[in-house]
């Protein structure tokens, strides 16, 4: 499903961002993408959904090259990639339901179709009687989720979590790391990319491991052990 064949990005400044990226992902894979700040994972992660392009190499989801793609066909592939982020990105003037909707409305679905999905995916977070509530009135933890049920509304091949857990604390860390495992175990491909040890190795999973932009190690059940 994904795929990165020898990919490098250098900035004008002669700066590596990564380098010789190359590995793969299969569909239904759990993957952790990890390493310190400025390890190269938010590239990675940009040139993937098509915002960057690669100095160098292919980058493929599906069948698609991601980087010979023209801005026009950019929305049909990011339709396919839910992401979330640390800080959340909600609308502080919607509520949880309209922030979920607004990812449809600008779509121009239909008002009943939207309506019924906002619920539908409020229920899978967990947050089914939060709906009305506002940003400002929801922990840490329930605006990721509402965050993960915006990304979830396209049915996503793919979600990709960014360090979802940097700004919460140990309890909600944990909720969102089981919210990923349930959507994981649903269908959906993750990619989470972080540097918080604990949760990486609480999930047993593929890791890869970034170090100045290259990868270091790649194991099915890898563990965070970068110094």
């Known amino acids: 499903m994904i795929a990165f064949q020898n990919v490098s990005k250098i900035y004008p400044n002669n700066s590596v961002a990564i380098e010789d990226i190359d590995f793969k992902i299969v569909p239904g894979e759990f ?11 938010s590239t990675l992660l940009r040139i993937l959904i098509g915002e960057e392009k690669p100095t160098k190499g292919r980058v493929f989801f599906g069948s698609a090259e ?19 982020f640390q ?25 009943h179709e939207i309506d019924d999905l906002a619920i539908q995916v409020l229920d899978i977070v967990g947050l089914r009687d939060k709906r009305h509530n506002f940003p400002n009135e929801l922990s840490g933890g329930e605006k990721q989720r509402v965050a993960i049920a915006r990304a979830m509304v396209h049915r996503p091949a793919v979600l990709i979590a960014d360090e979802p857990t940097g700004s919460l604390d140990r309890l909600n860390t944990d909720e969102i790391v089981k919210l990923l495992i349930k959507i994981n175990e649903l269908g959906t491909t993750v990619m989470l990319a972080t540097h918080n040890d604990q949760v990486v190795n609480s999930l047993h999973k593929r890791v890869i491991s970034m170090v100045d932009g290259r990868i270091i190690r790649d194991e099915a059940k890898g563990k965070y052990v970068i110094a």
């Open 87 to 111: 800080d959340f990105k909600l609308l502080p003037t919607k509520s949880a339901q309209e922030n979920v909707a607004f990812a449809m409305e600008v779509e121009g679905r239909p008002q």
């Open 31 to 41: 993957v952790s993408i990890v390493g310190k700040s400025g390890a190269g994972k």
């Open 66 to 84: 991601v980087n010979r793609l023209i801005p026009k066909e950019l929305p049909q592939l990011r339709r396919q990639i839910g992401m979330i």
